[in-house]
Structures are given as structure tokens and as C-alpha cells.
């Protein structure tokens, strides 16, 4: 039986990524089929409402339970709720690398493999935002 966190959590998801699915498709389109404005928050949709039926299904068997996910989730929206304040103070490449290390800490993932992790995204959104896509921050 999953918890009521757990299918929260998933319908929220699902509900975030079908409006950003959804929205995408007011920004501009460029010509010639090259991907414009909405190719990212289209695929960050998609990837959402995936997760979320993902998560729905895995909750119908009780081995992928995470013990303890209510704090996890608490201090995960805490920690989400100080974005705007760290984007303003640190730049976009190190706040990502700093979430994927905290979200991988926080799915009990080895130190040494969350600070990797936190590196290479930051690595990987310096690259494709800021020196190819020319994003500020």
C-alpha cells in the first residue's frame, strides 16, 4: 500500500509536468524544425509526468518504499523554498550542482557519489546554458 505522501508527491508531479507540457506550447517555435524556447520546459514536463506515473506504479509494491521520506520531502521543499535566494547569490551552475548533491544525499546516496553527481550537473548546466545558450547567472 503506498502512503499518502508518496501518491502526493507523484500527482504532483504528474499535475506540474502536464502544465508545463502545456504552457510550453504558447512560446515561439523556430523555423525550419530547430528546437526553440519550448524544447526545455517540454522535455522537464515530460519528464516529470513520467516520473510521477512511475512513482504511482512503484508504490503498488512495498520493496521501493523509502523509510523516513517525510522528512526527506520536507527538507527537500525547504530547501527548495531558498532557490530564488541562491540563484541571486551563487549563479545557476553552482545552485544546480548544489541540488543534485543535496537531492542525491537525500535519496541516501554516498557522499562521494552525491558530490559528483552535484559536480557533473554543474558542469553539464555551465556548459549547455551558459556557454552555448549564453543564460546569465
Same mark, same amino acid.
Given at each position: 500500500?503506498?502512503?499518502? *505522501?508518496?501518491? #502526493?508527491?507523484?500527482?504532483?508531479?504528474?499535475?506540474?509536468?502536464?502544465?508545463?507540457?502545456?504552457?510550453?506550447?504558447?512560446?515561439? $517555435?523556430?523555423?525550419?524544425?530547430? %528546437?526553440? %524556447?519550448?524544447?526545455? %520546459?517540454?522535455?522537464?514536463?515530460?519528464?516529470?509526468?513520467?516520473?510521477?506515473?512511475?512513482?504511482? *506504479? $512503484?508504490?503498488?509494491?512495498?520493496?521501493?518504499?523509502?523509510?523516513?521520506?517525510?522528512?526527506?520531502?520536507?527538507?527537500?521543499?525547504?530547501?527548495?523554498?531558498?532557490? %530564488? *535566494?541562491?540563484?541571486? $547569490?551563487?549563479?545557476?551552475?553552482?545552485?544546480?550542482?548544489?541540488?543534485?548533491? #543535496?537531492?542525491?544525499?537525500?535519496?541516501?546516496?554516498?557522499?562521494?557519489?552525491?558530490?559528483?553527481?552535484?559536480?557533473?550537473?554543474?558542469?553539464?548546466?555551465?556548459?549547455?546554458?551558459?556557454?552555448?545558450?549564453?543564460?546569465?547567472?
Amino acid at each position: 500500500m503506498q502512503r499518502i *505522501w508518496e501518491r #502526493a508527491a507523484a500527482l504532483l508531479a504528474v499535475a506540474l509536468g502536464t502544465l508545463a507540457l502545456v504552457l510550453s506550447r504558447n512560446l515561439p $517555435q523556430m523555423e525550419g524544425g530547430y %528546437p526553440g %524556447p519550448a524544447l526545455f %520546459p517540454s522535455v522537464l514536463g515530460a519528464m516529470l509526468v513520467f516520473s510521477g506515473l512511475r512513482l504511482l *506504479w $512503484q508504490g503498488r509494491t512495498e520493496k521501493t518504499r523509502l523509510e523516513g521520506g517525510e522528512g526527506r520531502v520536507l527538507l527537500a521543499l525547504l530547501g527548495l523554498t531558498l532557490a %530564488p *535566494w541562491l540563484l541571486g $547569490q551563487m549563479g545557476l551552475a553552482f545552485t544546480a550542482g548544489l541540488y543534485a548533491l #543535496a537531492g542525491a544525499w537525500l535519496l541516501g546516496v554516498r557522499f562521494g557519489t552525491a558530490l559528483l553527481t552535484g559536480g557533473m550537473v554543474a558542469l553539464l548546466v555551465y556548459t549547455v546554458f551558459q556557454r552555448f545558450l549564453g543564460v546569465q547567472g
